[in-house]
T-cell receptor, first 111, second 113 residues
Framework: GQQVMQIPQYQHVQEGEDFTTYCNSSTTLSNIQWYKQRPGGHPVFLIQLVKSGEVKKQKRLTFQFGEAKKNSSLHITATQTTDVGTYFCAGGNFGNEKLTFGTGTRLTIIP | DGGITQSPKYLFRKEGQNVTLSCEQNLNHDAMYWYRQDPGQGLRLIYYSQIVNDFQKGDIAEGYSVSREKKESFPLTVTSAQKNPTAFYLC????????????FGPGTRLTVL
């Protein structure tokens, strides 16, 4: 079945440094979504990418969808303490209505 | 306020007992989902429902059962057949299955003693 891997599993950064998490699928994806889960909370939707090579920005967050639609990345510029949490990607598969969630990257900020 | 509610937030049960987790949404969404979250393993899909009176197994359905008698409600029963039921359970809903963001409830943390 479809597998979605994320790296790194953990990332500790100084406040103000940049952060990137990578998502890789074993199969071509129809779309990819990104979610953020704060400590003790539930996942909250951030964005969806559908087109090959698509890039979207939300303030300090930049999301990319690979040309082959098998990988994606989330980059945060100049991290802040409010960025703390676990970031999940979730891939949609052609012909399969389910989303497959990645393993997540847990971001910790050192003030 | 529109949203998804799950109750209770924390649940303790003895081994061998069945337990039902509640999930209610007032977003008028057709699709609903149950996920299990364990440390370091992300979210794994247990069951999902595209429409009332219909549901499909996810990736880890063994030891679980669901019903979808009403659009607003999608309860999950963790049966005694589930070998390792202690986990954080998340319910979600979306307008439809594909290309739709999922809205998550606050979760229920189940501990089986």
């Amino acid at each position: 079945g479809q597998q979605v891997m994320q790296i790194p599993q953990y990332q500790h950064v100084q406040e103000g440094e940049d952060f990137t998490t990578y998502c890789n699928s074993s199969t071509t994806l129809s779309n990819i979504q990104w979610y953020k889960q704060r400590p003790g909370g539930h996942p909250v939707f951030l964005i969806q990418l559908v087109k090959s090579g698509e890039v979207k920005k939300q303030k300090r967050l930049t999301f990319q969808f690979g040309e082959a639609k098998k990988n994606s990345s989330l980059h945060i510029t100049a991290t802040q303490t409010t960025d703390v949490g676990t970031y999940f990607c979730a891939g949609g598969n052609f012909g399969n209505e389910k989303l497959t969630f990645g393993t997540g990257t847990r971001l910790t900020i050192i003030p | 306020d529109g949203g998804i509610t799950q109750s209770p937030k924390y649940l303790f049960r003895k081994e061998g007992q069945n337990v039902t987790l509640s999930c209610e949404q007032n977003l008028n969404h057709d699709a609903m989902y149950w996920y299990r979250q364990d440390p370091g393993q992300g979210l794994r899909l247990i069951y999902y429902s595209q429409i009332v009176n219909d549901f499909q197994k996810g990736d880890i359905a063994e030891g679980y059962s669901v019903s979808r008698e009403k659009k607003e409600s999608f309860p999950l029963t963790v049966t005694s057949a589930q070998k390792n039921p202690t986990a954080f359970y998340l319910c979600a809903s979306s307008p439809g299955l594909t290309y739709n963001e999922q809205f998550f409830g606050p979760g229920t943390r189940l501990t089986v003693l």
